[in-house]
């Protein structure tokens, strides 16, 4: 996995993550503003922050930030004031001495073996009332009834757990969460930027995003838009009561 994501970053789909810097912050700073009203500025733990965006974000509106990610390629690529805030390091093998008033997992947790180990985890890192927010793919998106197999968001060897909102309910409340909340995410991409991501995923949107786009000027094939792609942003809290030793 690790050597895939480092691939990826050097010269794969990641690397036109990397590449789309200024719209990644745009899409970092509508999701930070959705945020902010309940959470506040304090210490922050972004896991899976990849190179850092919304690190950069949060940290120019107060936050004191920490990420984890596993990809060496993903860190080098992030902004030199991000890097060295940055661990390089699974979330299974990450130890602090310190806990935190709020936790990120931004696209993670469909990729992660075991959820609720992951959660678990998680839930030992906040401080009491401390906050998760995690974005991931919708099972219950129209998008998956209407595509079937050719949903984007089925990648059998990259997503390992596709959760509906009730599921991942479910898996909060047993991992020790309460106070969860579901809201429909955005992603901030451009016309072009959708039309090269969807390339490997679904060669047929491709293909017909591809004529589509031929259509239209440069400035609506560029232009910034946030937009359903068939995911939810979940929120949970840990409750003072609810928080145990720290392990």
């Known amino acids: 996995m690790v050597s895939y994501a480092d691939g990826e970053y ?4 990641y690397r036109e993550y990397v590449e789309a810097r200024e719209m ?4 970092f700073r509508q999701r930070l503003e959705r945020l902010l009203p309940r959470v506040r500025r304090g210490r922050l733990l972004d896991i899976g922050c990849s190179c850092g965006y919304f690190m950069e974000v949060a940290a120019k509106s107060g936050f004191e930030v920490e990420g984890l990610e596993f990809s060496r390629a993903a860190i ?35 990729h992660v073996p075991q959820p609720k180990d992951f959660l678990r985890k998680v839930r030992n ?15 219950g998106h129209f998008l998956r009834f209407m595509m079937g197999s050719s949903w984007p968001m ?14 991942m309910r479910l898996v909060l409340e047993e991992a ?10 955005t992603k901030t991409v451009s016309y072009d930027y959708l039309t090269d991501q969807v390339r490997p995923l679904t060669p047929a949107l491709h293909k017909g995003l591809r004529l589509v786009g031929r ?20 929120m949970a809290r840990v409750a003072a009561a ?3 030793a720290h392990a």
């Not at 990644?24 to 899409?27: S, T, V």
């Not at 004031?81 to 310190?98: A, K, L, M, N, T």
């Open 242 to 244: 609810a928080q145990g």
């Open 76 to 110: 080098a690529a992030a902004d030199p004031s991000i890097r060295p805030h940055i661990v390089c390091s699974s979330v299974d093998e990450f130890e602090s001495s310190q806990t935190y008033d709020l936790v990120t997992a931004f696209d993670l947790i469909e």
């Open 215 to 234: 259509c239209m000027p440069a400035s609506a094939r560029t232009k910034y838009r946030h937009v359903n792609i068939g995911e939810f942003m979940v």
């Open 10 to 13: 050097e010269a794969g789909v």
């Open 125 to 139: 890192l906040l401080t009491p009332g401390g906050w998760l927010a995690m974005s991931t793919p919708d099972a």
């Open 24 to 27: 990644k912050l745009d899409h």
């Open 176 to 185: 020790g969460f309460n106070e969860i909340s579901f809201e429909t995410a």
């Open 154 to 167: 089925l990648q059998p060897m990259q997503h390992l757990t596709i959760f509906s909102r009730q599921s």
